[in-house]
């Protein structure tokens, strides 16, 4: 997708390192404007070549006053000034910018973190819509405060404790908030109450109370509505029927009329979308493969392969490499590894059936397709301020940072700046079959993440195969699959003594993770019924020889990722 066909205004965030920085993409892309996300130390030319409408500063966990504290680049603020770029600054951003024009930012004399009220001093700007004197409840989260204002600046909020809350310059269109108006989080208890209070946080409507929904910056969705719409005039144009349109266009654009492209399906609905999306841009000169490569869940192979066939009609050759990647895999415990193994192999099977169809066709495949998304492009990409030029990761992802730097096919990734649930959208554009778009995620490794240590020693794939459908089987006659973003159960390299038919066993552990997410950036654990899971664990030891305590895992991300490795 190129950002500047987009038939919105753009809006840039430059990330300085905030947990929240993705929340604030996710929120004006669901007001139809279209936003992306880039290193805050990017330099100047990436953030003009993109041509913003508008540029907002993000938070992040560093003082302006570190010396290895990051900054937007030299000739930021002329450029953004002489060109009439509004420029929004939140909590760290906000300082940013106040110190690179002047102001003067110290520690404050008390730190303010969490719900906070804040009143409006002047109803102007980004509170025009507001009167004097209102207030609301906002999410700070800073130890740090602008003490002095540069010229042309002037408070419009402060906080209960008489902090500076929210700064503008109208004339030069730069302003600042202290806190965080993209935090508000959801906590409903299915996906029909979910989705309503998403669409009526989307809104407007701060009536949330029946949905579940949890605040941290209550009106911060207006807010951001008000400065988007009414301070800066941007035009919400962004439809994800326009993004179908020039993704097609961008595929014919880059494959000639004469070449054949390669798709990696994997079974998951982002390879399936991407995979449909380039079928309907090139039709037969797609040509996609489904690897087996010993990792994969409890009869997958099968039941996706049915599914390509009868409701996707996809062009699809299976290719059984159990053993090579096993192999590869064998006494490798560390995960980082485990996905570059991985992430080789799947390339050296790629290129082979390039091969393949060269001698078929007359003409060896010049391109790749995969699905990868906009998170896993976050994931790994450096954090900002960490002096590392390259991808300081949360994990490799075999579609980003796990492909060799000899691959001979050239990559084809439409899905790259799309969230999970735009992809869903897309997906139902396209008329992808529902219970199909509905399937959770899956990783590309495979079950060798959800074995930890070396997924080649004893049957512990096995164990994790017939644990998993168990679980996964449980949930759904349940009715509660979707309810849940991800489900799924993990081997852990852990033996435990139990009692099993009136004798001592010493057999392996295992653990069982299901969370709610929008995006998978950030999740938390699903709460089931006492009940389900005394059922479910019964069954595991009951059916599962190998395994005598099942447990449950019961970690928000962050701090911990949704997958184990």
Same mark, same amino acid.
């Given at each position: ?141 800073? #130890?740090?405060?602008? /003490?002095?204002?540069?010229?042309? !600046? ?48 989307? $809104? ?13 910056? &209550? ?36 494959? /000639? ?13 982002? $390879?399936?979308? @991407? ?5 309907? @841009? ?14 994969? +869940? ?32 064998? #006494? ?17 099977? !790629? ?10 066709? #007359?003409?060896?495949? /010049? ?36 492909? &060799? ?33 509905? +399937?959770?995620? !899956? &990783?590309? &490794? ?49 033996? $435990? ?5 009136? +004798? ?9 993770? @299901? ?21 479910? $664990? ?28």
């Amino acid at each position: 997708m190129d950002p500047k066909a987009v038939k919105s205004d753009l809006v840039l965030i430059l990330d300085f390192g905030s947990q929240y920085t993705h929340l604030i993409t996710r929120r004006i892309r669901a007001l139809s404007v279209f936003s992306l996300c880039i290193s805050g130390t990017s330099p100047l030319s990436s953030i003009t070549s993109l041509n913003p409408k508008v540029v907002i500063l993000s938070g992040g966990p560093h003082s302006v006053h570190s010396n290895d504290s990051p900054s937007f680049a030299d000739g930021f603020v002329d450029w953004a000034q002489s060109n009439g770029v509004f420029v929004l600054g939140i909590c760290y951003g906000l300082q940013l910018l106040v110190q690179r024009l002047g102001g003067e930012v110290r520690a404050g004399e008390k730190q303010e973190y969490g719900r906070m009220d804040i009143g409006v001093e002047k109803n102007c700007g980004i509170f025009g819509g507001k009167k004097v004197g209102d207030k609301q409840v906002v999410w700070m989260s800073h #130890g740090d405060e602008a /003490a002095r204002l540069p010229n042309g !600046f002037e408070v419009v909020a402060r906080s209960q404790q008489g902090a500076v809350a929210a700064v503008e310059d109208r004339d030069r269109k730069f302003y600042g908030l202290q806190y965080h108006p993209e935090t508000f989080r959801v906590a409903a208890h299915s996906m029909l109450a979910l989705g309503r209070a998403w669409e009526t946080a989307l $809104s407007g409507d701060n009536t949330f109370g029946c949905w579940g929904l949890v605040t941290h910056s &209550p009106e911060g969705m207006e807010t951001l509505k008000y400065f988007l719409f009414d301070v800066c005039g941007l035009n919400a144009g962004w439809k994800m029927e326009d993004v179908m349109d020039e993704e097609i266009e961008v595929i014919n654009n880059t494959v /000639a009329p004469d070449d054949h492209v390669i798709c990696a399906l994997s079974g998951g609905v982002d $390879s399936t979308v @991407a995979a449909t999306l380039v079928h309907k @841009a090139i039709g037969d000169r797609l040509h996609c493969v489904f690897v087996d490569n010993g990792l994969l +869940r409890y009869k997958e192979r099968e039941r996706v392969m049915e599914t390509f066939d009868r409701d996707l009609h996809l062009p699809v050759t299976c290719v059984d490499a159990s053993e090579q990647f096993l192999s590869k895999l064998k #006494g490798v415990v560390d995960p980082e590894m485990k996905r570059k193994i991985i992430g080789k192999e799947f390339i050296c099977i !790629f290129d082979a059936f390039a091969h393949e169809l060269e001698q078929k066709l #007359g003409k060896k495949p /010049a391109f790749l397709v995969q699905g990868t998304l906009y998170p896993d492009v976050i994931e790994s990409c450096p954090p900002p301020g960490s002096g590392r030029t390259h991808s300081h990761t949360i994990k490799s992802h075999h579609n980003v940072g796990g492909l &060799p730097k000899d691959m001979k096919l050239k990559l084809i990734e439409p899905l790259k700046l799309l969230f999970k649930d735009e992809v869903r959208q897309l997906g139902r554009i396209l008329k992808v079959p529902e219970p199909f778009l509905k +399937r959770h995620p !899956f &990783p590309g &490794p495979g079950l060798a993440v959800r074995v930890l240590g070396d997924v080649t020693e004893g049957n512990a794939l096995d164990i994790v195969r017939q644990v998993d459908e168990i679980f996964i089987q449980s949930i759904k006659d349940a009715g509660i699959y979707d309810s849940i973003w991800q489900a799924f159960a993990v081997f852990l390299p852990v033996k $435990s003594v139990g009692v099993q038919g009136d +004798r001592r066993t010493h057999s392996y552990v295992v653990t069982l993770r @299901a969370v709610t997410s929008q995006d998978g950036m950030t999740a938390d654990w699903y709460c089931f019924e006492n009940s389900f899971l005394k059922e479910v $664990s019964q069954k595991i030891c009951n059916n599962v020889r190998g395994v005598n305590r099942v447990t449950l895992d019961i970690t928000s991300k962050p701090p911990s990722t949704i997958e184990w490795e």
